[in-house]
């Protein structure tokens, strides 16, 4: 399974667009990319998945270039109650597989 | 729907003592999948059970162990415990064949503190 490298921490401010990126060089073919919130004392929480250009929800929006080497996580105009560690995976899984976690993003907002 | 529940919310435990876990999982799936997360770290797989038996298995040792009931809750076993035992077990559930590529529904996890 790819291997992730995403930012250990983030701070922004409410009303703020809040972009993380992840960079995993060595995606596979078959590989998605998917990103996941947990609050503390929380279980994860699926955001969005994606395999290449652009996909949005109501939550957020990812972007993978063409070379599928990174993506990026961007949350609109966020608020306090956005704060929380973000996720992403990289893989198959085989549908429903076994996940990979690294250690994620810790987002902070600030008033 | 009451989505996926785990029981009980928080369990004190001495060392070498044995404990169980429960998950039931959301209504129509029938995957379960469990993780241990350490403080400050991700959840890391521990295994995934299906059709009552186990499926996937992550890097942990054979002191943990589960089971799979007909109507898809599981529970997972935990043997001889060791202070490092001490986390958060989260269980995820999920439907095969449905749903997107590695979208699995968490429960709020059961915080495990071995003294």
């Known amino acids: 399974l790819a291997k992730t490298t995403q930012p250990i921490s983030m701070d922004s401010y409410e009303g703020q667009e809040v972009n993380i990126t992840c960079s995993h060089n060595?995606?596979?073919?078959?590989?998605?990319i998917t990103w996941y919130q947990q609050f503390p004392s929380q279980g994860p929480r699926f955001i969005i998945q994606?395999?290449?250009t652009k996909v949005t929800n109501e939550v957020a929006s990812l972007f993978i270039p063409a070379d599928r080497k990174s993506s990026t996580l961007s949350l609109p105009r966020v608020s306090l109650s956005d704060t929380a560690v973000y996720y992403c995976l990289v893989g198959a899984g085989g549908s429903q597989g076994n996940l990979i976690f690294g250690k994620g993003t810790k987002l902070s907002v600030k008033p | 729907d009451a989505g996926v529940t785990q029981s009980p919310t928080h369990l004190i435990k001495t060392r070498g003592q044995q404990v169980t876990l429960r998950c039931s999982p959301k209504?129509?799936?029938?995957?379960v999948s469990w993780y241990q997360q350490a403080l400050g770290q991700g959840p890391q797989f521990i295994f995934q059970?299906?059709?009552?038996?186990?499926?996937q298995r992550g890097n942990f040792p054979d002191r943990f162990s589960g089971h799979q009931f007909p109507n898809y809750s599981s529970e997972l076993n935990v043997n001889a415990l060791l202070l490092g035992d001490s986390a958060l077990y989260l269980c995820?559930?999920?439907?095969?064949?449905?749903?997107?590529?590695?979208?699995?529904?968490f429960g709020p996890g059961t915080r495990l503190t071995v003294l």
């Open positions: 059970y299906y059709e009552e038996e186990e499926r």
């Open positions: 994606g395999y290449k």
């Open positions: 209504s129509g799936h029938d995957t």
């Open positions: 995820a559930s999920s439907s095969r064949g449905q749903g997107a590529y590695n979208e699995q529904f």
């Open positions: 060595n995606i596979a073919t078959n590989d998605y």
